[in-house]
C-alpha cells in the first residue's frame, strides 16, 4: 500500500482552536495508524492577518497536545515561485487565462445577477480573447463549461456538483499573488499529499481544487469532509461557549491525554468505549468510523473525562504536568515517594490539575492556618481531649500504614464512645486547616508521624490560645 502523507494547514491568524484540533488530530491519529507522514504548513499568505505570535502559539499547542509532525513547519509565503510556476503551466496549456475586466464591469455583472436571481458569476468575456498580462490583470481558471465534478467522499460518500453552476475563477490576483484554492493544491501536489481531512465547510470549495487537480494531470487524494464542532445551542462553536484556545485548556488543568481523548470523540466512535488513550486511538482510528452529524462540545462532559484521565494516569506521568501548578502555589516538588503519596489522595477526587495542586497545598505547608471558621468550631475543647489520645497513640505505634492507623482510631472510638466522624473531624482540620480533604488515614501515612505528631500540637496550642 502507498504510503498515506497527511497535512495539517492551519492560518496563523489566531490561536489554535477547538475544532483546528480536532481537524489535526484526525489527520496524525490517521497518519500514525497507517505508519505514514504527517505534514505541518503554515497558510500564512495574509499578511494582513499572519503574525509569528500566531505561529508560535499554533505550534505550542500541537507541541502540548503531542501531535508531532515528520516534515515541516512549510511556510506558503516562501513558495511564492512555485506558484507562478504552476499558473504558467495552466495559462500555456489553454487551461487558464489572463482577464482585464475592471470592477466596475465585475460589480455590474453581479448586480445584474442577483437582480435575476440567478447565481452571480463572471461571463467569460476574456476567456477567448488570448490577452497577455496587463497592470491589473488578475488570471482565471478556465472552468469547464458543461458536464459534473463529483466528490468522492470518505464520509460524506459522493456529492456531485454541476460544472455549469462554476464560473472561471481568479487564481492569481492582479499583484501576482495566487488564491486560496490555488495554492492549496499546488501545495498538496508538490508535498505528495495524498490524504487530506478537514472540516466539512470547505466542502464548496472541493469541486474547484478537483478541477485544478485534472488540469494538471495531478492524481486526486483522497478526501474526508468531517462535520463541524457546534456549541451546545448547535451553532457553530464560537468564544461564547467557552474558552475556545486549546492551551487555555492547559493552562486551567487540563491533561492533553484528556482533550484529545474528547476531541477524538466528537465525531468519531468505536462501539460504546468512551475513554481511550493516546495509544489506542493510534490503534483503533480509521475514517470509516467518521460520523456524518455534528460534534456537540461540551464543557461538562469534557470536565468529567479530565478528571477519568486524572484518576487513571500513572502518579510520574501525572507529576510532570501538575508541577507547573504546583510552582504557581510556590511549591517547590520533585517526584518522590511523599510526592506519589500526596497524588495518590488527590488524584481519585480532582477534575483538573488545579484542584490537585491546590489540595496539596497542606502537605508543604510549613505550618497550618485556622482561619476558616467551619475549622474554628471544630477545634473545641472537646477536640483538645481527642488530641491528646490521638498524639499519645501516634507516639506509641511504628505501623504508620492505613491499616495501622485504623487500628489507633478504632481503639480510641472503644476508648471514647465516639464515632469515627467525631474523632476524624477535628484531627482532619488540624492537619490541614480545612474541613474537607483526602481519607483521613491516607492521609496521615502520607504526611508521617513526625509532621502529623507536630501539627496535632500546634493546634493543641491554637485551642489553648483562643
Known sequence: MKEIVTRFAPSPSGYLHVGGARTALFNWLYTRHNKGKFILRIEDTDKERSTDESIDAIIEALNWLGIDYDEGPYFQSQRFSIYEEYIEKLIDSGQAYYCNCPQERLDKIRQEAMKSGSKPKYDGKCRNLGLKRGENSVVRFASPLDGVTILEDAVKKNIVFQNSELDDFIIARSDKTSTYNFVVVVDDITMGINTIIRGDDHV???????????????????????????????????????????????????????????????????????????????????????????????????????????????????????????????????????????????????????????????????????????????????????????????????????????????????????????????????????????GIFEMVEVLGKEKTIERLKAALEFIEIS
Open 204 to 438: 464548496n470549495n472541493t469541486p474547484k481544487q478537483i478541477l485544478l487537480y485534472n488540469a494538471l494531470y495531478a492524481r486526486l487524494p483522497v478526501f474526508a469532509h468531517v462535520p463541524m464542532v457546534l456549541g451546545k445551542d448547535k451553532a457553530r462553536l464560537s468564544k461564547r461557549h467557552g474558552a475556545m484556545s486549546v492551551t487555555a485548556y492547559r493552562d486551567m488543568g487540563y491533561l492533553p491525554d484528556a482533550m484529545i481523548n474528547y476531541l477524538v470523540r466528537l465525531g468519531w466512535s468505536y462501539g460504546d468505549q468512551e475513554f481511550f488513550t493516546k495509544e489506542d486511538l493510534i490503534e483503533k482510528f480509521t475514517l470509516n468510523n467518521i460520523g456524518r452529524s455534528a460534534g456537540v462540545f461540551d464543557t461538562d462532559k469534557l470536565l468529567a473525562l479530565n478528571a477519568d484521565h486524572i484518576k487513571g494516569m500513572e502518579p510520574k506521568k501525572l507529576f510532570f504536568y501538575l508541577n507547573p501548578f504546583l510552582k504557581n502555589k510556590d511549591i517547590e516538588a520533585e517526584y518522590n515517594g511523599f510526592m506519589e503519596g500526596v497524588i495518590k489522595t488527590l488524584n481519585k477526587r480532582s477534575k483538573t490539575l488545579a484542584d490537585v495542586a491546590e489540595g496539596s497545598e497542606f502537605y508543604f505547608a510549613k505550618s497550618i492556618s485556622f482561619e476558616d471558621e467551619k475549622v474554628r468550631k471544630l477545634l473545641n475543647s472537646d477536640a483538645k481531649d481527642i488530641f491528646l489520645m490521638v498524639i499519645e497513640q501516634f507516639e506509641k505505634t511504628d505501623d504508620f500504614s492505613e491499616a495501622g492507623l485504623e487500628k489507633v482510631f478504632v481503639k480510641i472510638m472503644k476508648r471514647t464512645g465516639l464515632k469515627l466522624g467525631k474523632i476524624a473531624s477535628p484531627v482532619r482540620a488540624a492537619l490541614t486547616g480545612k474541613s474537607i480533604s483526602p
